[in-house]
């Protein structure tokens, strides 16, 4: 008998839980099971986040006993997508990409540090109904 190997059924809760974020930022924290905080994010390589105040995270227990918790994703909500499409959106900015080979780009664009089109109006300038 191997007193050192552990069957699953033994592990208490859940591996995977969703709570909101309490603490946004390096460090954060979410309200799961109770409060717990400086979670590490993983997102796909080359893509960086940090989840903020009250988004909702789903978040994996890592490590043999669950001592490990990480923040991998937020619910996305509603959006309207197309089979094969991703949008990578953030406040009033967003690129769309479509299947097809379509780009498209919403916010104020910069190639190489040159401003491509005109700006966007600036949030004050739109509740005047400015442009």
């Known amino acids: 008998m191997f007193l050192s190997r552990r069957e699953r059924g033994d592990q208490?809760?859940?591996?995977?839980?969703?709570?909101?974020?309490?603490?946004?930022?390096?460090?954060?924290?979410a309200y799961?099971?109770?409060?717990?905080?400086?979670?590490?994010?993983?997102?796909?390589?080359?893509?960086?986040?940090?989840?903020?105040?009250g988004d909702e995270v789903l978040v994996l227990k890592a490590g043999e006993q669950g001592e490990?918790?990480?923040?991998?994703g937020r619910a996305m909500g509603s959006v309207?997508?197309?089979?094969?499409?991703?949008?990578?959106?953030t406040g009033r900015?967003?690129?769309r990409l479509s299947p097809g080979g379509g780009v498209a780009v919403t916010g104020n664009?910069?190639?190489?540090g040159t401003q491509v089109g005109p700006p966007l109006p600036k949030e004050e300038d739109e509740e005047r109904g400015e442009d």
């Open 93 to 95: 900015a967003a690129i």
């Open 68 to 72: 490990k918790p990480c923040v991998v």
């Open 109 to 112: 664009l910069w190639v190489n």
């Open 12 to 29: 208490m809760g859940a591996s995977a839980l969703t709570g909101p974020v309490t603490v946004p930022g390096s460090g954060v924290g």
């Open 80 to 89: 309207e997508l197309g089979p094969g499409e991703v949008l990578v959106a």
């Open 32 to 53: 799961l099971e109770g409060e717990r905080r400086e979670m590490s994010v993983f997102a796909p390589g080359g893509y960086y986040w940090v989840p903020g105040l």
